[in-house]
């Protein structure tokens, strides 16, 4: 590659390119993208983040007969990729909902795992994962592949693509007169079939054990944190969260192959699964809260020795008498070592008079905004949030979430803190509209943004609505003026340079749906040399130097 960019570089070759950008991300908080907003239910969104500044969103929507599965793609301008209301991944007779997960590969394939329940000899729910490619082809059959084999239903799975370009699928289920266990499989990135000859089960025959969450290691590795009960019953045992990460071949790693314990003083809710943030060196960070002791809200971080960075887990905020912390929206800036996490607070005993809280944690675990945090919402409104989740945001973060208007209905809340004054930059609505709301997810655009994706509406009559909001608060797309600007985040680099070489050279001379493929640059029906040279152009121009 390095002899190709010498003979492009000699020739002096200099093609310019505009591409015309027509922006759809709402300006008006009162009236946010609606990617499915058809008669039919539509609920829980699930998003993932492309490398060209786009993201792909997922929903479940019941036109009749059951929770399909449905998948739309949005550039970095918030334009639709496919027909409006996206495409269907799985046609689901399902009743009911659960949770499910949607990420991408290297090439921007998006890949979605799901309950299967209509193209499996048993009846059953099974776990099912479809990769989708940048045009909407469903490359792994019109069905997608079937994961488990099970005698009972399979529940709530989640997904992660691992470093070595496969990916790691979890569930949780109940053998018929058991305690619920937790089940892993790895699977083929390219082929999406099973890689381990049969999944790891996570299991304790006294015991409730409950899958949480799925993220990557080093070498191919998967971390997996469970909920592990005192008892068998998942609703009056105490519940402890444990961990243990599993090699590419399915073995486990930590401890002797013993789990590590996360935290196991006090319990965690009912329902409650937490999750982790992989740290980018082969380690992970945790976030989740308590309802017991002292009701406080904590991290860890598992590093990848095995060994815990805290000698004990750090709370978001110092003794608070009377307040009580009731959520963790967990973030983690993997270049500087920094940690943030986001509260819900209420008064204590008795709920009520919530706020919302952040706190910013050095490398060390110190905690930098004080032992109270910054109130992002303050007590005293009335109201009650719910779904606070933090994204990081240049050197500090945003913290969003809903906040209730009654008992009915929300709106969705954003702040960003200023690191170093511990104060608002801004805090605003970035959906205004005041009606029932729910299921709010989130991605980092990468620029110091984020995008939101929520159900708008009632449960049975709700849409699926989608907002970007910028570092600054501005609620437009990214500025057009950095073409070279690869992954959008506010830099023209090498890495933009690479990531552009490495998505035209797997999309050149590509036929279908050529304008929506990474690598073509000036947008028009094929992935050719133009727009090689119409990046190289740009990427030269702009180096170092993107307004």
């Known amino acids: 590659m390095n002899r190709f960019l010498s003979l492009v570089l000699a020739a002096g070759v200099s093609l310019s390119v505009s591409e015309a950008c027509n922006a759809q991300w709402s300006t008006d908080a009162d009236n946010n993208l609606s990617v499915a907003d058809d008669a039919a239910d539509e609920t829980l969104p699930r998003i993932a983040r ?19 599965v449905y998948l739309q793609r949005l550039d970095a301008q918030g334009n639709e990729q496919w027909v409006h209301g996206g495409i269907l991944i799985y046609d689901a007779g399902h009743s009911s909902t659960q949770t499910y997960e949607v990420t991408t590969d290297a090439d921007d394939n998006a890949v979605i795992v799901y309950r299967a329940d209509n193209n499996n000899p048993s009846g059953l729910s099974q776990v099912g994962v479809q990769k989708v490619s940048p045009c909407g082809e469903l490359l792994w059959g019109p069905t997608g592949k079937v994961v488990t084999s099970l ?15 496969n990916f790691a699928v979890g569930w949780s289920f109940q053998p018929s007169g058991q305690p619920s266990r937790c089940g892993i499989q790895k699977i083929d990135g390219i082929t999406g079939d099973n890689i381990w000859g049969a999944p790891v089960e996570i299991f304790e025959a006294s015991r409730y054990v409950g899958f949480s969450d799925i993220q990557p290691g080093a070498n191919g590795s998967v971390y997996v944190l469970w909920v592990r009960g005192s008892s068998a019953n998942p609703i009056t045992s105490s519940k402890a969260l444990y961990c243990q990460r599993f090699d590419s071949n399915g073995v486990a790693q930590l401890n002797s192959g013993n789990p590590v314990i996360v935290f196991n003083t006090t319990s965690v809710q009912n329902g409650y699964f937490p999750s982790m943030l992989p740290d980018g060196n082969g380690g992970v960070v945790f976030g989740w809260y308590e309802i017991g002791g002292s009701r406080l809200a904590y991290i860890q971080h598992l590093l990848n020795d095995g060994t815990f960075k805290f000698a004990s887990p750090i709370a978001n905020t110092g003794p608070t008498s009377g307040r009580i912390r009731i959520s963790a929206g967990l973030g983690y800036n993997t270049s500087t070592g920094e940690y943030y996490l986001a509260s819900e607070d209420s008064a204590s005993p008795s709920q009520g008079n919530y706020a919302v809280i952040v706190q910013k944690f050095d490398s060390t675990g110190a905690r930098l905004w004080g032992d109270n945090g910054v109130t992002v919402l303050p007590t005293g409104t ?8 933090v994204a990081v945001s240049g050197d500090s973060c945003i913290v969003m979430g809903f906040d209730s208007r009654s008992a009915v209905t929300r709106i969705v809340y954003a702040a960003r803190v200023n690191a170093a004054t511990q104060t608002l930059d801004w805090s605003f609505e970035p959906s205004a509209n005041v009606q029932d709301k729910g299921y709010l997810v989130s991605t980092a655009t990468g620029d110091g943004g984020v995008i939101l994706a929520f159900q708008d509406g009632s449960f049975g009559t709700g849409d699926i609505d989608v907002q970007r909001v910028n570092q600054d608060s501005s609620l437009a797309g990214p500025a057009a003026g950095c ?26 001379s590509t036929p279908a749906c050529a304008a929506l493929l990474p690598g073509n640059f000036d947008k028009d029906t094929d992935v050719d040399v133009a727009d090689l040279f119409g990046f190289l152009d740009a990427w030269f121009a702009q180096f170092n130097n993107c307004p």
């Open 382 to 389: 009335g109201n009650q949030p719910s779904f606070t989740q």
């Open 151 to 165: 005698t009972v239903s399979a529940n709530a799975p989640q997904i992660c693509r691992t470093s070595d370009g």
């Open 483 to 508: 073409a070279g600007d690869f992954d959008h985040d506010g830099d023209v680099d090498v890495a933009d340079l690479f990531g552009f070489l490495d998505a035209w050279f797997a999309n050149f």
């Open 50 to 68: 492309t490398s060209d500044g786009g993201v792909y969103v997922a929903y479940l929507g019941n036109p009749g007969g059951g929770y399909n």
